[in-house]
């Protein structure tokens, strides 16, 4: 760790990064399903979500490394391998060969929630460690998806 080099206390930053590291792992698992999403829709949706999709995994996709080089500032290594990953997500992984167009929509909400949850209990922690830099982040990626929760969620008609 050298959090002090930044002007954070070490002590009060480790649960920070560990959070950080948890994000990580989950952000996978949301970006591999966005990427099964995206390969096996089908139905008359096809365009749209074929398209939606690559918008959220693209963005997934900068999410993920901003997390991983936020633990790094913050003076660890963040985790790097899909066994790290699947044994530390919440998220599951879903099959998405031959799962319904609104299925899929629905899955991606119910993930974007878990995420959102997790980023909640986020800005408390950095709040308490006085890490702005890190609470400023998370809010922005926590704001992305709030707002694509209500798109996703106009888009299967749930209120
Ligand atoms: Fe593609």
Excluded at 93 to 101: A, C, N, S, V
Excluded at 115 to 144: C, H, P, S, W, Y
Aim: charged content about 30%.
């Amino acid at each position: 760790m050298n959090a002090k080099e930044i002007s954070l206390e070490e002590k009060a930053v480790k649960p920070v990064v560990d959070h950080l590291n948890d994000l990580l792992a989950n952000y996978h698992i949301h970006y591999q399903k966005l990427r099964g999403c995206h390969w096996n829709v089908k139905g008359q949706s096809f365009f749209t979500l074929h398209v939606k999709f690559e918008e959220l995994y693209t963005a997934a996709l900068t999410t993920i490394d901003e997390l991983a080089e936020r633990i790094l500032t913050l003076g660890k290594p963040p985790y790097s391998t899909f066994k790290d990953y699947i044994g530390t997500s919440t998220l599951k992984e879903i099959q998405t060969i031959g799962l319904k167009d609104t299925d899929m929509v629905k899955a991606i909400i119910e993930d974007m929630a878990t995420l959102i949850e997790m980023e909640r209990e986020l800005l408390e922690i950095t709040d308490k460690a006085g890490d702005d830099g890190t609470n400023d982040m998370v809010n922005r990626f926590m704001q992305f998806k709030e707002k694509n929760t209500w798109m996703l969620r106009s888009f299967v008609n749930e209120d």
